[in-house]
């Protein structure tokens, strides 16, 4: 069966499915651009589970694109705050500026204006014109393009921004007039049925009749590019207290973990005595050794295998922002790769 008759027949077998079996999700509330924008930016790299909370206190601490324009880059990062990749927040302000600045404050409309904004490329602009504004822009992601792969048994790698794009246009000829709930039922259609880790459940899926793998085929699918190998890099990270304060000292303004704060460190994995001596060239005086600890931190093309040791301080040294606990909570946006010594 060749691709595009497969493709034909997938609206009236999802968009059912879809009003029966979609998840209640608080960005499926409403249509609202700004919700639709700011939901899909928290799921890149996130599970939806661990979206819901941050996704419900952004918009309580910025309610609209103006507010989130005026944003104090403190609170936003802040906020922001164990979801990782802080770019994505950076990109929301430098976008909801640029809506105020070139669009009188009024999300855009049309595709190509809502792709130039700062952090949205063609997939986040191809939900949000297709679910806010009912435009038959496909959004493919890795949801989408896994179901694509199985059902057509292809053996292309989707990883291949050629196969991305055949894949968009292909499901751009079989849109239908309700655009925005085709393009969720294909997305969950991947994230409950079609799922990436384990099998698919084949007995729940509305166009497993249509599927060419689905008799164990999917095992191999999709076939994915090698990723490349990530680079180890070793550090050695200090929890030092004195009285109820922690040492914190901020990142450069560029860089990965730009401008967020962190716990001091420094290249390289120092034994305990090193570890001291060090602290001594600082002047913080260590005064006990309290515990050592490992951790691991994988960032997208870097490992970092960090050594960390929980030191009691006689003095404060002035190069560190030395915070009391309730100020660490409110105040400090802490990367998880430091956050989960805390």
Avoid at 115 to 129: H, N, Q, R, V
Avoid at 312 to 319: E, K
Wanted: hydrophobic fraction near 40%; aromatic fraction near 10%; glycine fraction near 6%.
């Amino acid at each position: 069966m060749a691709d595009n008759e497969i493709l034909s027949q997938l609206p009236e077998r999802l968009l059912p499915w879809f009003a029966q079996n979609k998840r209640s999700v608080p960005w499926r509330a409403d249509r609202e651009p700004y919700h639709v924008w700011l939901s899909e930016i928290m799921l890149q790299q996130t599970r939806v589970e661990a979206v819901k909370g941050y996704y419900q206190r952004f918009l309580q601490a910025f309610p609209t694109v103006r507010a989130l324009a005026q944003a104090e880059d403190e609170q936003l990062l802040k906020l922001w705050e164990g979801l990782g990749y802080y770019s994505r927040a950076r990109n929301l302000k430098k976008a909801a500026k640029l809506i105020l600045e070139q669009h009188n404050g009024s999300f855009p409309k049309e595709y190509h204006a809502v792709k130039a904004l700062p952090g949205i490329g063609e997939y986040t602009a191809g939900a949000i014109c297709s679910i806010c504004f009912e435009q038959k822009t496909p959004a493919v992601d890795g949801n989408v393009l896994r179901v694509f792969a199985r059902m057509t048994d292809c053996h292309a790698a989707v990883t291949d921004d050629k196969v991305k794009t055949y894949v968009r246009e292909a499901l751009a000829g079989i849109y239908p007039e309700n655009a925005g709930d085709f393009t969720q039922a294909l997305m969950e259609l991947g994230a409950t049925v079609c799922v990436p880790n384990g099998a698919p459940a084949c007995e729940l899926c509305p166009i497993s009749d249509l599927c060419l793998s689905k008799n164990g085929g999917w095992k191999n699918l999709p076939v994915k590019a090698p990723k490349k190998t990530r680079r180890v890099e070793k550090k050695t990270v200090f929890i030092l207290t004195n009285e109820d304060r922690l040492a914190l000292v901020k990142r450069p303004d560029k860089g990965l973990l730009a401008g967020l704060w962190q716990l001091p460190d420094t290249e390289g994995t120092l034994s305990e005595q090193e570890a001291l001596d060090y602290l001594e060239s600082l002047g913080v005086c260590p005064q006990e050794l309290l515990k050592r600890a490992e951790k691991t931190h994988v960032f997208t093309h870097i490992t970092w295998e960090m050594t960390g040791y929980y030191v009691s301080c006689a003095a404060r040294q002035d190069d560190f922002t030395w915070v009391s606990e309730a100020a660490l909570s409110e105040g400090y946006s802490v990367p998880t790769a430091y956050r989960q010594f805390l």
